[in-house]
């Protein structure tokens, strides 16, 4: 007999605010999040726009030691996996931990403290003898991506299955999805995941300047992105973390658990196509789509709501309007698909994850988060979007959807508490 999942708590660092409430009441207001930066001087780029998270690692908590080593990122989903853990009312010391695992996703990992410490032990890249000696002496934590992962099981105790998930834009949604079927599988009892990112810094910047992915629209930052929007012109970046407790059914209900909802499915494909380039037709995404569907014995008719990868580039958007329209058919006409990147920017790996949390949300609160600063509908763009305010909406069966560099297509669906059945 397959196992079921329920999600169980919930926690996030996100944009505009920490916490799940705090980010769910911006995503409500169809608030945006998205400045000029100010995590470093940004002069000279293309983009000097971002959607950046006021957090003071000392104010959330965190270990004073933690707080001066550890990267940004680390921090994010220490304070993320604290949230969800008290919510869920979980206590690692009354289980197995050989049952509790840990499953969180990156996509460009310790980035922000190497090119800090770089810096560093170089003298602003003077010099190509460095001098190891300025650097941080837990640098090392930062070369490794598995540090992620590690860290959070070392924090709450967790023994079971422990990995670290990077496959770009879709790391949060393959994270969630392999703690998904760790669980259903019978490998563990409960599974605490998600993702997180800090890639606001001059190198990561760069880079998506120089392929022109990131909006120059540095006179507006707060109507930047704007993903399905005729206008659009690349996405803002941004940074944050979600963490998400994942629990077998019954081992929830059997300790009173409050289940918000169940994962019914999760479907995972590469296009073997283009490091960045997505096909017009949405193929390889509606595969994922009804992979995940399949997975739950799930009608597309019965979905509800689509919660976008929404990036606000051109192929991105085309992509996964085309995708979405194969995948459901002319319901697709008559699904809300909206885009929360247009609040809280593309935090890169972290945001599948931030983007789970937002579907948690809808299902709990049954309203659709809007698209903001959606204006000008584009012919090939042609569902509703919910443009700029959160639509109260009946809600059972949602799916989230995402798309990385590497040809990565990802999607899982969240369904109401008992929805999912054999």
Known sequence: MTRRVAVTGIGVVAPGGTGAKAFWDLLAAGRTATRGITLFDPEGLRSRIAAECDFDPLEHGLDPELSRHADRYI????????????????????????????????????????????VLVSEGGRRWDVDHRTADPQLHLAFSPSTLASVV??????????????????????????????????????????????????????????????????????????????????????????????????????????????????????????????????????????????????DPTLIDYVNAHGSGTRQNDRHETAAVKQSLGEHAYKTPMSSIKSMVGHSLGAIGAIEVVACVLALKHQAVPPTANYETPDPECDLDYVPRTARPRKLRNVLSVGSGFGGFQSAVLLTGPGGRTR
Not at 79 to 86: I, S
Not at 182 to 199: K, L
Not at 258 to 283: P, W
Request: proline share 4%.
């Open 153 to 298: 099981a070392a924090q709450f105790g967790a023994q079971g299955p422990v990995q670290t998930v990077s496959t770009g834009c879709t790391s949060g949604l393959d994270a969630v999805g392999y703690a998904f079927h760790t669980i259903e599988e019978g490998r563990a009892d409960v599974c605490i995941t998600g993702a997180s990112d800090s890639p606001i810094s001059p190198i990561t910047m760069a880079c998506f300047d120089a392929i022109k992915a990131t909006s120059p629209n540095n006179d507006d930052p707060e109507h930047a992105s704007r993903p399905f929007d005729a206008n659009r012109n690349g996405f803002v970046m941004g940074e944050g973390a979600a963490v998400l407790v994942l629990e077998e059914y019954e081992h929830a209900r059997a300790r009173g658990a409050h289940i918000y909802c169940e994962i019914g499915g999760y479907a995972t494909y590469g296009n073997a196509y283009h490091m960045t380039g997505l096909t017009s037709e949405g193929l390889e995404m509606s595969r994922a789509i009804d992979g995940t569907l399949d997975q739950a014995r799930l």
């Open 75 to 118: 921090q994010f989903a220490v304070v993320a996996a604290g949230e969800a853990v008290r919510d869920s009312g979980f206590d690692v010391g009354q289980e197995n931990p050989w049952r509790v695992g840990v499953c969180l996703g990156s996509a460009v990992g310790g980035t922000t403290r190497l090119e800090h410490d770089y």
